[in-house]
């Protein structure tokens, strides 16, 4: 759990080194100095072309498509590819070789196009190696640009944009690095200890408290207190705040953080259930959400709430058939304990109302219904649809996408229990992404705008990716930091107007 991953992975400017390797991307039918077949210029293409004389470099050809059909997120596979294609050869440093005005493609702004170039060559040159040894890496392959390369663009204009590439990337590199590790080095004891260490920065703007034992008693947290009942480490509820401007609305955002996911008394019976210290997925993307909103000095106003916790069967862990009872006054039967994610959800929601929040996305690694529903590239979404809109929309530009799914009021009934007011799980088999995203409804106080991403499905990679390697995709992090800032401008603007009438 490094604090960046991406520190040691240098882009510059004009830099004095000599680049090992050159890399083109190139366009089908567009002139180019090698020979070079169009059918090697298609989306997700590396090729290499070795340097005929001693004295010539080797160059990398990295497809991008037809220019017509760029998007942002073209442009951040095809860098990811490209530094992977370098990280397998053991090549140390490259130089980017692009046409003068080739950034406007699609409409897609020079600076846009540095940034997400960026996004993913880094991205594409993460490796997670806290338990390699004799695999390690030699280190990641440095890339050159060349300002004369981008006219449209100031040096200092291009500093930001590769700065701010570089902020997001290492944001989804510190989700990821907290998906990978190992439940053993990061339980629930230690999450939350982390999270409190890693944003005490001295920043008067940042604030974390963690709840434990007898204030989560206090504040009845049902829920959290049940879930982790099983597990040697304590639950807890981290409640880290970010005021860039305090000013504005307050917005919630809200992340499952089961460590490890057992199923507790319900146990999950499949050979290989590794991947179960990966339900911490969405905390890891909201606290990659707020570390890029912290060190951006974003001018936003923002709570991250963490419910935290492992689900594991032992003798004092929750048995099926108890029933919880709420601050809200609901009562809840526990059918199914391996349904644990919207028993914290529930909490954390609860606690957002509490703390004055006026709107509320919360993000999960909830049911492998999703994923059977929309595969592992594209996450489901519910709630609010103004709030799923934009966030639909920021997920098609920044490639962690969404799909708008319904909230099916008569599938209610699956949730009557004769016991209690709900069950946590329905008796079909059918639908259980829409059931959990109803029963996470049911604790969202009236009046506060509400949305549920189930991201189970994206949490990881299951073989190697354009920017990316087989395990965690930080999925989240770049989502919901760019949600955060939206609806700060969006305020201010509004506000703005306000007075001026």
Request: glycine share 10%.
């Amino acid at each position: 759990m490094n604090r960046k991953e991406g520190e040691a992975m240098k882009i510059g400017i004009d830099s004095a080194a000599e680049a090992e390797v050159l890399v083109y991307p190139v366009y089908p039918g567009e002139t180019f100095p090698y020979k070079l077949g169009d059918g090697k210029r298609s989306s997700g293409s590396a090729t290499w072309l070795l340097g005929r004389t001693e004295t010539e470099r080797d160059a990398l050809a990295v497809g991008m498509g037809e220019r017509a059909d760029l998007t942002l997120e073209r442009v951040r596979r095809a860098a990811g590819t490209a530094a992977r294609a370098l990280r397998r050869e053991g090549r140390m440093s490259a130089l980017l070789v692009r046409e003068p005005g080739g950034g406007d493609t699609a409409g897609i702004a020079a600076a846009d196009w540095l940034q997400a170039w960026t996004e993913g060559w880094l991205l594409g040159l993460y490796r997670y190696e806290a338990f390699r040894e004799a695999t390690k890496d030699r280190g990641p392959a440095a890339l050159d640009l060349r300002a004369a390369d981008w006219p449209e663009l100031t040096p200092e204009a291009m500093e930001a944009a590769v700065a701010t590439g570089r902020l997001r990337a290492e944001g989804t590199m510190v989700a990821r690095g907290l998906v990978n590790e190992s439940p053993v080095t990061l339980h629930p004891d230690r999450f939350a200890d982390w999270i409190a260490e890693y944003f005490d920065r001295g920043d008067p703007a940042l604030r974390v408290r963690v709840y434990r034992g007898q204030e989560l008693v206090d504040r009845r947290m049902s829920g959290l207190l049940a879930v982790g009942a099983g597990s040697r480490h304590r639950p807890a509820l981290v409640e880290l705040r970010y005021e860039g401007d305090p000013a504005l609305p307050l917005l919630a955002l809200v992340g499952k953080g089961v460590t490890f996911d057992m199923g507790g008394m319900n146990a999950k019976t499949a050979s290989d259930i590794t991947d179960a210290r990966m339900d911490m997925g969405g905390a890891a993307a909201v606290v990659g959400a707020m570390d890029i909103l912290a060190r951006g000095r974003a001018r936003a106003n923002v709570v991250a709430l963490l419910p935290v916790a492992d689900n594991v069967p032992d003798a004092a862990a929750i048995l099926p058939s108890t029933v919880l009872r709420y601050p809200n006054g609901l009562t809840v039967e526990v059918a199914n304990t391996d349904g644990e994610g919207r028993l914290l959800l529930a909490d954390a929601l609860l606690h957002a109302a509490n703390l004055g929040a006026a709107e509320t996305v919360d993000i999960a690694t909830l049911t492998g219904n999703v994923g059977a529903a929309l595969g592992l590239g594209i996450a489901g979404i519910w709630g609010d649809e103004d709030v799923s809109r934009r966030l639909v929309a920021i997920g098609e530009r920044n490639g962690e996408r969404l799909w708008p799914m319904p909230l099916m009021d008569e599938y209610e009934s699956e949730l009557r229990s004769p016991y209690a007011d709900l069950r946590n799980v329905g008796r079909s088999p059918y639908g259980g992404a829409i059931l959990a995203a109803l029963f996470i409804r049911r604790f969202v106080a009236p009046g506060m705008r509400w949305a549920h991403i189930d991201m189970a499905g994206t949490v990881q990679y299951k073989q190697d990716e354009s920017y990316a390697e087989t395990g965690a995709t930080g999925y989240g992090a770049r989502l919901l930091a760019d949600y955060a800032v939206q609806r700060a401008d969006e305020a201010r603007r509004h506000e703005a107007e306000e007075t001026q009438r």
